[in-house]
């Protein structure tokens, strides 16, 4: 393993209390708290909630020992036994998995994902932007939540691209069902006072309520799919079609369900997010907004946009690229390490929790100028910084986010095919993110859909 460029020292946050340590402070803005405390205290960083220590790291060196020289030291964390976090919702699935359960998880879905497949998909998501659109008219010149929008349109995307269905009737009840087991999820991560799950709290109640909607459709889609043997090459028949090479066994029903939730959950969540968070930003910098809507225009000429155009539309992947790097979906990447590990000359204990401070990398003034600017031309002048992890919406490491290429389609293609038809324009005067595992805003962002006159394609 190379050495680090530099060493790193180690600080303890200060302010901890006895036996709570730094846990009010964090409960109650976690996204806020983590950032004053980089700020103020530097790249390494060490604190506690409750009984556990965790470890904070703000650099792109730091960065890139755990999730790409380490990754096979700093792991995952799941316990079957007593699941916490995300693995709460999603149990072993690709996100919290680890080990030889996740390698041939990762090997039977990568391909779903690939490049190839994309212009296939971007076709498809366009359909269902269309769709989503048709029924904007009846809000036109009126506030909507954009950030619910998004979420919508994000979930109809994925049913259709990656289980060639449509959850249309579900929305409300999937969206509903997510936002309760997401911060059901984020909660139980920090809080070691909570009673656990078997207590009939009302919380508690809610959450396997929500549980049980979400497990109800996604076994469904599963039986129905079996029932029907009809075979569309997504995502399901991949799933359903995979063996074991040693045994030949498929994947248990529980290994479906678990893997077909993560995807379903973690495949529309950060790419809604990032939308909405696109959004708000282009409302608040007309300069960008008006480059935006005249690249547009005099690409598309009025159409729907498809995969090809996205080559032809640097300016709005830049703008994606742009919010992406202030509001990263996942704002902090949690690892443990697995053995006694050193990381930027620091040593760290077997079992350690570290948080890698995406949110902050991504606003390090020896990275980024201007970094806490909203500045999409910054991704078309070269400026992106050398280090490898010093952008990184989508992680870094074999443990990248294995849908990466399907993100960057579906956030330029959907800004496109919005940005064409809506000037969107805000209509609240200020926006708090909230960290519920996903960097969400909080309370949704209000937006008046103010419909546009784009030039029409001619010649048809």
């Not at 971007?122 to 932007?129: I, K, N, S």
């Not at 709290?201 to 043997?229: K, P, W």
């Not at 919010?323 to 443990?336: C, F, N």
Request: net charge positive; aromatic share 8%.
């Amino acid at each position: 393993m190379p050495n680090p460029v530099q060493s790193f020292t180690l600080v303890d946050v200060p302010g901890g209390v006895p036996l709570l340590g730094h846990l009010r402070a964090f409960k109650g803005r976690p996204l806020e708290t983590m950032s004053a405390w980089w700020r103020r205290h530097g790249d390494a960083l060490r604190f506690r909630l409750g009984p556990k220590t965790l470890y904070l790291f703000s650099h792109p060196e730091l960065a890139e020992e755990i999730l790409v020289q380490q990754s096979d030291r700093f792991v995952k964390v799941y316990d079957p036994r007593r699941p916490v976090g995300l693995a709460l919702v999603l149990g072993n699935g690709l996100v919290t998995s680890s080990g030889e359960v996740w390698k041939r998880h990762r090997r039977i879905i990568q391909p779903v994902f690939h490049r190839s497949r994309m212009a296939a998909m971007a076709d498809r998501m366009a359909q269902v932007g269309e769709q989503r659109l048709a029924g904007w008219a009846d809000h036109a010149g009126q506030p909507v939540d954009i950030a619910a929008e998004m979420m919508q349109l994000a979930l109809e995307v994925i049913a259709q691209t990656m289980f060639t269905t449509s959850v249309a009737h579900h929305i409300d009840q999937i969206n509903h069902a997510l936002r309760v087991s997401l911060k059901y999820a984020f909660d139980s991560f920090h809080n070691p006072l909570r009673p656990p799950l078997w207590v009939p709290t009302a919380r508690n109640r809610e959450f396997r309520a929500v549980m049980q909607f979400m497990d109800g459709l996604i076994y469904g889609l599963i039986a129905e799919r079996r029932r029907s043997g009809a075979k569309h090459d997504d995502l399901l028949d991949l799933l359903l079609q995979a063996r074991d090479e040693e045994t030949g066994a498929g994947l248990s029903d529980l290994e479906l369900r678990d893997e077909a939730l993560t995807i379903f959950a973690a495949g529309h969540e950060t790419t809604a997010n990032a939308l909405a968070w696109t959004w708000y930003l282009l409302a608040t910098h007309p300069e960008a907004k008006a480059r935006f809507h005249e690249e547009v225009d005099r690409v598309l000429q009025g159409r729907t946009p498809n995969a090809d155009d996205l080559q032809h539309l640097p300016y709005t992947r830049a703008v994606f690229d742009e919010a992406l790097r202030l509001y990263p979906p996942a704002p902090a990447v949690q690892r443990k390490a697995a053995t006694r590990a050193t990381v930027g000359g620091l040593s760290l204990p077997a079992g350690a929790i570290v948080l890698v401070g995406a949110y902050n990398i991504h606003r390090h003034p020896a990275y980024w100028r201007d970094p806490e600017r909203f500045m999409p031309e910054r991704w078309l002048d070269g400026e992106r910084p050398a280090a490898r992890c010093a952008y990184l919406p989508f992680g870094a490491g074999p443990r990248a986010c294995v849908g990466t290429h399907f993100a960057t389609v579906e956030g330029p293609l959907l800004l496109a095919l919005i940005g064409r038809r809506y000037d969107l324009r805000l209509a609240q005067e200020s926006v708090e993110p909230e960290l519920i595992v996903t960097l969400r805003p909080k309370g949704g962002i209000r937006m008046v859909l103010q419909p546009r006159h784009a030039p029409e394609m001619t010649g048809t």
